[in-house]
């Protein structure tokens, strides 16, 4: 089993569209959840961290469950400028300290009007 | 402001040939990363510096090796470039190493070596 895996889509939504991403890790132990945003041609950005509890940000939430390992994210309300890969993205117990991340493939987005 | 620069943006190499791709950050962060992003890949850790002074091999160092030269610039070096090197690299850099740090990522340098 690879360390996170993603669908890569592509997700063809229209807009004002609700879309889900899901993502599993492999190692039980990881700590940190996070997803990043890259857009064609660009480099990665953080979108939101992932809590236990989950979390929130405007047109965003991000859902962990740490039994099945398994991350979502929800974009409700989709916009046009929301497409783009959704990197999903971990820190495994061996990064240790140093922050070291483990990315997904990415899922990609396109928002149609 | 301008966060996290890379020089050059766009390189082809030959077989063989070597070059040193340039990262440079104003945001006075102690951590520094170099990443490769290939197509149907993960961006992948090839080496990171959690301090000015240390640095350490990620997941895929072979081929490459990396100076931080102060605390604002950490550079990759292709001694000898391969086709397999044929990539974009990505340079970021983070306030403390730690995953609870974000990281913040420069543009990129696109790599082709034929």
């Known amino acids: 089993r690879k360390e996170v895996e993603q669908d890569p889509g592509p997700f063809n939504v229209p807009e004002g569209a609700t879309v889900a991403f899901n993502c599993t890790y492999s190692n039980s132990a990881s700590q940190s959840f996070f997803w990043y945003r890259q857009d064609c041609r660009k480099e990665p950005k953080l979108l939101m961290s992932?809590?236990?509890s989950g979390n929130e940000d405007g047109r965003f939430t991000a859902q962990l469950n740490r039994a099945s390992q398994y991350i979502s994210l929800l974009i409700r309300d989709s916009k046009l400028s929301d497409s783009a890969t959704y990197l999903c993205v971990v820190n495994p117990p061996y990064g240790g300290s140093q922050g070291n991340l483990i990315f997904g493939k990415g899922t990609k987005l396109s928002v149609k009007p | 402001n301008a966060g996290v620069t890379q020089t050059p943006k766009f390189q082809v190499l030959k077989t063989g040939q070597s070059m040193t791709l340039q990262c440079a950050q104003d945001?006075?962060?102690?951590?520094m990363y170099w990443y490769r992003q290939d197509p149907g890949m993960g961006l992948r850790l090839i080496y990171y510096s959690a301090s000015e002074g240390t640095t350490d091999k990620g997941e895929v160092p072979n081929g490459y090796n990396v100076s931080r030269l102060n605390k604002r610039e950490f550079s990759l070096r292709l001694e000898s470039a391969a086709p397999s090197q044929t990539s974009v690299y990505f340079c970021?850099?983070?306030?403390?190493?730690?995953?609870?740090?974000?990281?913040?990522f420069g543009p990129g340098t696109r790599l082709t070596v034929t």
């Open positions: 945001m006075n962060h102690n951590s």
């Open positions: 970021a850099s983070s306030e403390a190493p730690g995953p609870s740090y974000e990281q913040y």
């Open positions: 992932v809590y236990s």
